[in-house]
């Protein structure tokens, strides 16, 4: 059994609120947007972490950290990017990835909304945790935790706090 913490777009910011939130996962998974080195060494302190770049991380976040990570944990394949899409509308980067690697699980970021589907077409499960940061137009911070166990995807949780300001 693993328990996971998902996050995406925190932009160099960690809100406190997400260490309780995460305070019983096992591993901490970033989609991408982390902005900063400093910030992913923290969260990697606190948590082990699994984590890609995104389109605002810089060179020396892009060189700690791929542009996807593809990988198996307790039976389910999984497939992170930040920008892919979604289902029906896959970015042209990630439709190539999603078509060649095997995938239960497919996770990114990018849009800062929070979406989670089943994709009947490709039969995978399909979440984007939304942003976690303070940067961009949503008004509601959210991240994500779920279980996964025996090839089963389950449990999954919402955060969510409202952006100061808005």
Known sequence: MLR?????????????????????CDE??????????ELADAIAQFKPLRAVHGNIDDSRVRLC????????????????????GVPGKYD??????????PVDLFICG?????RVKFDKKRNF??????????????????AVRFVIE??????MEVWEKARKGH
């Open 28 to 37: 901490i998974w970033h989609a991408g947007d982390i902005g900063n080195l």
């Open 92 to 101: 042209i980067q990630a439709k190539p990835l999603i078509e060649r690697l």
């Open 4 to 24: 996971v913490g998902l996050l995406s777009d925190t932009h160099g910011f960690w809100d406190e609120g997400l260490n309780s939130f995460f305070a019983d």
């Open 65 to 84: 950290y791929p542009h996807h990570l593809h990988f198996n944990v307790e039976g389910v394949n999984v497939l992170i990017t930040h920008i892919g």
């Open 125 to 142: 499960l399909y979440v984007n945790p939304g942003a976690a940061g303070n940067s961009g137009f949503h008004t509601v911070k959210t």
């Open 150 to 155: 025996g090839g089963n995807i389950r449990d």
């Open 110 to 114: 990018h849009s800062h909304i929070l």
